[in-house]
């Protein structure tokens, strides 16, 4: 917390003056930043090449700030059902599954989360879903049999989350953007946000406006 602080009272300055420096410069003020192994982003609507990855033709932070709530209530219900099914010895145990550790920061209007870092690779050690789904060259993984059985026992049979046929004819327990790494003999997961079945899509207004599914849940 204490580091999330330092960093949104120094947003306004230039990145030399600032104690924690930027890693990497995002796009609408979603600038990113390491800590002790501690991963800090802020949570920001992100500007896409013809509109707003979530507000559409306007920029939307507060449903940014929607997303990353539901990234930890998803990592937080991820995490509930695993710890069930291990107690009642219903799923995988040979398998070492990683989860982060992760906390949401508010203060003086802004939102930051801090993740702990994962030995992920997007490009070499994804086995499951995909780190960037709106790009036709990274479509979601399913590679591991035995991992894919264990999403099923955790969200379908457990959360009941039913799975979904992507476009590539790929079978997805939970959404798409979800990530499973394999490494070094563990598996990572990450990106929790959209773990649970959005809302309806709203169809009123402009078309770049119908984004409302990105960060309303169904539950």
Do not use: W
């Amino acid at each position: 917390k204490s580091y999330a602080r330092i960093i949104i009272r120094e947003l306004k300055q230039q990145d030399k003056d600032r104690t924690i420096k930027v890693i990497q410069k995002g796009v609408a003020g979603g600038e990113k930043y390491m800590v002790r192994k501690i991963f800090f982003k802020f949570a920001v609507d992100k500007q896409l090449p013809d509109r707003f990855l979530y507000g559409g033709s306007m920029r939307n932070d507060a449903a940014a700030m929607k997303v990353a709530g539901h990234d930890l209530k998803g990592l937080i219900n991820f995490q509930t059902a695993l710890i069930k099914l291990y107690k009642e010895k219903k799923t995988l145990t040979n398998l070492k599954i990683v989860l982060p550790l992760m906390a949401v920061i508010d203060y003086r209007g802004y939102r930051v989360i801090a993740i702990s870092c994962q030995p992920v690779d997007d490009h070499l050690n994804i086995i499951y879903g995909s780190h960037d789904i709106t790009n036709k060259d990274f479509p979601a993984v399913n590679k591991v049999c035995e991992f894919n059985q264990f999403m099923k026992e955790v969200l379908e049979d457990n959360l009941n989350i039913h799975p979904q046929k992507l476009s590539n004819g790929t079978i997805i327990h939970g959404p798409a953007d979800f990530e499973g790494h394999y490494v070094s003999g563990k598996y990572y997961l990450c990106d929790f946000s959209r773990l649970f079945p959005p809302d309806v899509v709203n169809t009123q207004g402009h078309m770049y406006d119908h984004q409302n599914h990105m960060y309303e849940l169904f539950r």
